[in-house]
């Protein structure tokens, strides 16, 4: 599986923008860059996919280096129910099943 | 609309003792469905996944099995439980997107704690 590398925390104040780092040298061809969020005691939920062109939705942007080696998820203005663990993961085409390898993330903190 | 459900959404075992999670879906047609496991302080681990009733794949050894016996159920089971095995519990299952990749839904986990 490829892997992704993220700070394992990070802060922010409320309605301040929020960049979250992904570094994932080994991404293939084929990978797409997924994001999602769990807050405590649920499960994850989805946050945005790519694969090589920027994309915006109503949660947040992705920002895909032009090399595809990093990503940035962007929070235009952070509020205190964004404060979640945010992962960065890598999924392949068809082959892959859909299945999701989940790392450690990054613990987004938002101060009101 | 899609759900998922599962249940229950606590249990506490004694060691040794059997487990039966379920999980179904409602909203869609043969689905991919995945059990994860969540321990104290880690991130997820995905433990099986299934393409089709009666099609399960492993992804790690363990303690546990699951089985899809309908098309939107899906169950994790164990004969004898171990203290390691305590954990939350998710269910997800995913649709492939018009864009390229999958996204997945989670349900709302099952809290196991083996005493």
């Known amino acids: 599986d490829a892997k992704t590398t993220q700070p394992n925390s990070m802060e922010s104040n409320e309605e301040e923008p929020v960049h979250l780092p992904c570094n994932h040298s080994?991404?293939?061809?084929?990978?797409?860059i997924h994001w999602y969020r769990q807050l405590p005691s649920q499960g994850p939920e989805y946050v945005i996919h790519?694969?090589?062109s920027n994309v915006n939705n109503r949660m947040a942007s992705l920002a895909i280096a032009e090399d595809r080696k990093s990503s940035t998820l962007i929070l235009h203005r952070a509020t205190l129910r964004d404060a979640a663990v945010y992962y960065c993961?890598?999924?392949?085409?068809?082959?892959?099943?859909?299945?999701?390898?989940f790392g450690r993330g990054t613990q987004l903190t938002v101060w009101p | 609309s899609q759900t998922i459900h599962q249940w229950p959404a606590t249990l506490v075992q004694p060691v040794g003792s059997p487990l039966s999670l379920e999980c179904t879906v409602e909203?869609?047609?043969?689905?991919?469905l995945y059990w994860y496991r969540q321990a104290a302080g880690r991130g997820l681990q995905l433990l099986f996944y299934?393409?089709?009733?009666?099609?399960i794949s492993s992804e790690v050894p363990q303690n546990l099995s699951a089985s899809r016996p309908q098309d939107r159920q899906f169950i994790l089971s164990s004969k004898k439980l171990l203290l390691s095995d305590s954990g939350f519990y998710l269910c997800?299952?995913?649709?492939?997107?018009?864009?390229?990749?999958?996204?997945?839904?989670f349900g709302p986990g099952t809290r196991l704690t083996v005493t």
């Open positions: 299934s393409v089709g009733i009666g099609q």
């Open positions: 997800a299952w995913s649709v492939p997107l018009r864009t390229g990749g999958y996204e997945q839904y």
């Open positions: 909203g869609t047609s043969n689905p991919n």
């Open positions: 790519g694969l090589t």
């Open positions: 993961i890598l999924g392949g085409r068809g082959s892959t099943l859909g299945r999701l390898y």
């Open positions: 080994t991404i293939s061809g084929t990978d797409y």
